[in-house]
Structure formats: structure tokens, C-alpha cells
């Protein structure tokens, strides 16, 4: 089955009460059994729903992978993984990475002996150079977050795969429309579904994906322990969202392109991050690991002037200022006040998101509109 297939039939079951072609919202908390322990497959919600269910089999299916999880958000999808860790463990993860990650990270699991290091991951040896006996896992962002920088997937899980060590990859920008880590070697791809799967900004909610059983097991268990799981009605939101990726992704795409050629033409722009230049760092490995570059642009106007990037955001009538990213409607966002301020300042300009960074999430409208609307923002 093909991937355009997959979206609206992957993993999917016709309702076998009374054939309803969408999975019903099983908008229950328990199920009545016939004896103890005597049920059809669920008992508590926590544990397992039908409607979350049907939604984790749709992740599985799209990603090429053969176990599903779904979380009430990104965040709690990254902290089971980590939970996978005991003190005294590393991890190697990029120094361009989302702002709440990187909290988590820095001001959660740090306090409980596990160990980050953040560093540029363009460079497969530079990441080799950081492993030692401790190292347990490295967590990839590509494109990253906002710096569209590129990593190498293949490379890191040659890596991963030598010293024995997990690699996670988080797919939200690039979706699995675009590339499949699991396919390219890693072991666990997250996604904060919030975002392209569910599409329409109405859920919060996160995934992860695995082909390794023993893994797998190992995650369901700490999702049902610590029980960050989603409802019935989030899951039937993003499943309903999953079916139209695939159509989305590619208008996502193709506005992207337009968007970025607009910007890297203007005269009142310095610099524009966007994988599908040939001058982006990595662009080779973005066109052999990914179908098409994406929706996600950032850029910096000439003389890095916070002010003035305050100002551009303000005056957008089209693109909405505001948190989040991969919704039909396009966004803007000032990382450094906005995504990335648990970031300290002087570590955030080291990867190069500096005060006058914009971001945008390229919407599906009319690309026309969008371009006037940067026009007369920027001015």
C-alpha cells in the first residue's frame, strides 16, 4: 500500500458493530466484563481506548512502522522516552533543538542524573566523538527546529547501531510524508502530532513509533504507569487530520517553495534557512533522506533588528502570530520570545537564533496572498 493510501486506510478497521467507516469516539473510561479479567481486548481507558487505538495502528501504518503510541502531547511522547534511561545515562542530542525539549531535558530529567550534550549534528564523526560508556540515546530533530538545519539520518544510526545505543528522531517538521526515519535506521520516531498530523490547530497531542517489540513493550508500559495518555476525542481529531496529510503536505510544499524564493529575493532580507536551497548546509542529504523540503521557513532581515522583527510579526493580517506550527492556516513566531525563550540567550545565538529570527509555518492558502501579505509587513 502506498503512502497516499496509507494516510486514509493504514492500520484501519471498518467499526465491527455497525460498519462505520470512521472510527468511532469510544467516549468511555471502562468496559464491563464478563468475568474478572473476562473482556474483548479493552478494560480501562488509560490502558487502552478502540478510538486511540485506531489512531496509534494510523501512526504505525504511515511512519513504516509496527508500534503505535499516542500521548496528550509532544512533550509527553519525549518524556517516556527518557524515561527509558536510569542516572548516570547520556544523551547526545542537537544544540538547535525546540525550546520545550530542551527544557525538559535541562530542567526535568538533568535533576534526575541523566546527562544531555547539545551539539552541532551536521557532522555524523562529531556526534561519534561524544559517545562513551554512559551514552544510551541520541535525539535528532531534522529539519530542526528553527534553524531547518539538516541531519543525516542514515549516518547517525550507523552510529547508533555501532555502540549499541537507541536513536530517536523527531519527524514533526518533515512528517512521514516527506522522510520515514525508521526506514533510515532509527529506532523510535516522535512526533508532536499537534502539529502536520492533526493539521487543523484544535488537538495537542504526541506520538511515537517503533518496529521493535521489546521496545515497544517497554514504552506501553511506561505510558500506561505514568499515564500522559490522550482521549478519544483528541485521537478522533488527529486521525481525521492523518487522512488528509498526504494532500496538505504537498500544498505545504509547493507554497513553501514560493515563499522562500520570495523572501531570499528581497532586498530588505539577509539570510533564509529553507532545506531546498542548494546553498542550505546539508542540502544533499535532505534530497536523498526527504521527498520535498516543507513549509517551515526562517529568516532574518538586514541588520539583525529585534525591533524590526517585532515589527514584521505584528503587522501580518494573513499569517497569525502564534505558538505551534502545521496547520492549513500559516503561522509566524518570534523563536527567541516565543518557542526558544527557555533557551538562554547566549545559547540560543550560538546556533544562530538571534533576537531578529522570524519563523514562519506556511499555510495551504492561496500562495499569491501569502507573498502580498509578507510584502506589505515587511515593507
Not at 87 to 116: A, C, H, M, Q
Not at 183 to 209: N, P, R
Request: proline content about 4%; overall charge negative; some cysteine.
Amino acid at each position: 500500500m502506498k503512502f497516499n493510501t496509507k494516510t486514509i486506510h493504514g492500520g484501519q478497521e471498518h467499526d465491527p458493530a455497525y460498519g462505520a467507516v470512521m472510527p468511532p469516539i469510544y467516549q468511555t473510561s471502562t468496559y464491563a466484563q464478563t468475568t474478572p479479567g473476562g473482556h474483548k481486548g479493552f478494560e480501562y481507558s488509560r490502558t487502552h481506548n478502540p478510538t486511540r487505538k485506531a489512531l496509534e495502528n494510523a501512526f504505525a501504518s504511515i511512519e513504516n512502522g509496527t508500534y503505535g503510541l499516542a500521548f496528550a502531547s509532544g512533550l509527553a511522547a519525549i518524556d517516556a522516552v527518557i524515561k527509558l534511561l536510569k542516572p548516570g545515562d547520556e544523551v547526545i542530542s542537537t544544540n538547535d533543538l525546540y525550546g520545550g525539549t530542551y527544557r525538559l531535558f535541562t530542567k526535568v530529567f538533568e535533576d534526575f542524573g541523566v546527562k544531555f550534550h547539545f551539539i552541532g549534528m551536521e557532522n555524523a564523526d562529531k556526534v561519534e566523538s561524544y559517545v562513551n560508556e554512559n551514552t544510551k540515546l541520541i535525539w535528532a530533530e531534522t529539519p530542526t527546529n528553527p534553524m531547518m538545519n539538516i541531519i543525516d539520518i542514515k549516518a547517525l544510526a550507523s552510529v547508533a547501531k555501532k555502540h549499541d545505543i537507541l536513536l530517536g528522531v523527531d519527524n514533526t517538521f518533515a512528517t512521514p510524508y516527506l522522510q520515514q526515519p525508521l526506514d533510515l535506521g532509527a529506532d523510535i520516531v516522535m512526533h508532536s502530532a499537534t502539529k502536520y498530523l492533526g493539521g487543523h490547530s484544535d488537538v495537542v497531542m504526541g506520538a511515537l513509533v517503533v518496529k521493535d517489540e521489546a521496545l515497544a513493550d517497554r514504552l506501553y508500559f511506561i505510558q500506561n504507569a505514568s499515564g500522559a495518555v490522550c482521549g478519544p476525542q483528541d485521537s478522533f481529531l488527529v486521525l481525521r487530520g492523518i487522512k488528509t496529510l498526504h494532500v496538505r503536505m504537498q500544498r505545504h510544499c509547493e507554497n513553501g517553495k514560493k515563499v522562500a524564493e520570495y523572501l531570499a529575493n528581497h532586498p530588505k532580507i539577509e539570510k533564509v534557512y529553507w532545506p531546498g536551497f542548494e546553498s542550505h548546509p546539508n542540502h544533499e542529504v535532505a534530497k536523498a533522506q526527504m521527498k520535498d523540503f516543507g513549509g517551515m521557513i526562517s529568516f532574518v532581515t538586514k541588520g539583525n533588528d529585534y525591533d524590526e522583527a517585532i515589527r514584521i510579526v505584528e503587522n501580518m493580517k494573513i499569517f497569525t502570530l502564534a505558538e505551534s506550527l502545521g496547520g492549513v492556516e500559516s503561522l509566524s513566531g518570534h523563536p527567541a520570545s516565543m518557542t526558544h525563550a527557555s533557551i538562554p540567550k547566549e545559547e540560543r545565538e550560538k546556533t544562530g537564533v538571534v533576537d531578529a529570527l522570524i519563523r514562519l509555518s506556511v499555510g495551504i492558502e492561496d500562495a499569491d496572498d501569502l507573498i502580498a501579505d509578507l510584502e506589505q509587513a515587511i515593507g
